[in-house]
């Protein structure tokens, strides 16, 4: 998809039936919906599969990067593809995904958000400045790669090695170490003035060992209550359940698509 004066949104679409939109977080590719993907299609889904400006195929020629930008790309790509859909967001998708709720209703069937950040979250100053010293280039790509194998606590996919490989990779071609490092410093300000006007049918997951929540749990339950949702903790699992525990990710996923149908 083409934005005028922009760039490209890269995605890839496979499946006949309902519109399934899947947005990976920062730093990760499309791919990482690479068992998803086919569980969906399965189940009876057309299912598209986005990278965010700035990561993997999309180009790294944007002005700005962050939470906005990204609400702003899904819902160029679900009016390109003729929406409504089910917009699946994990991470600062996540949050992207309740902007578009909010303020276009009329393109999104409902939510499934994984790992959210929906609200900014209450980090001390040291750790905000940690991670934006990380995060400056020339050495943000590495920091990444080191820092990855973290979000992933709990059971790591048998081709994690493969996969980090990947994201590093396409993170340090021109342009793209530039694109992250701005990335890195979206905020959830918008998402969380979004959330009282979604009315969208919302599934939450969340991994029980996810290291970006103080208590995962209890932030999962306090998303799903606001909006109105389900939530369901993904054992052994941390910020990427959807490629740590596929199996139980995508049966959670598939019930609460077939409830939605159920109700049509």
């Known amino acids: 998809m083409q934005l005028p004066t922009q760039g490209k949104i890269a995605y890839d679409i496979q499946g006949t039936g309902p519109l399934i939109l899947l947005v990976p977080g920062m730093g990760e590719l499309r791919s990482t919906y690479r068992f998803l993907t086919p569980a969906l299609v399965a189940a009876g889904y057309t299912v598209a599969t986005t990278d965010l400006r700035g990561h993997g195929d999309s180009d ?25 859909a089910i917009v699946v967001g994990n991470s600062m998708a996540a949050g992207a995904a309740v902007i578009v709720a909010a303020e276009h209703p009329e393109l999104i069937s409902g939510l499934v958000l994984i790992g959210p950040f929906v609200r900014q979250p209450s980090t001390n100053a040291v750790e905000n400045l940690l991670f934006r010293i990380m995060m400056v280039r020339p050495w943000a790509p590495a920091a990444w790669k080191a820092y990855l194998p973290t979000l992933y606590a709990g059971t790591k996919p048998a081709d994690f090695a493969e ?102």
């Open 60 to 84: 790294a020629s944007f002005p700005s990067y962050g939470d906005v930008d990204t609400a702003e790309d899904i819902e160029g790509l679900l009016r390109k593809l003729g929406g409504p």
């Open 163 to 264: 996969y980090r490989q990947a994201a590093f990779k396409s993170m340090k071609r021109p342009g793209y170490r530039r694109a992250f490092c701005l990335t890195t410093r979206t905020d959830h300000l918008r998402a969380g003035e979004c959330l009282a006007a979604v009315d969208s049918p919302t599934l939450v997951l969340m991994g029980e060992k996810d290291p970006d929540f103080k208590d995962p749990t209890a932030e999962a339950d306090w998303i799903a209550h606001t909006l109105h949702g389900s939530a369901v903790i993904i054992p052994d699992a941390g910020h990427y359940p959807q490629s740590q525990q596929p199996g139980i990710t995508s049966t959670a996923i598939i019930k609460f698509l077939s409830a939605l149908n159920n109700h049509v």
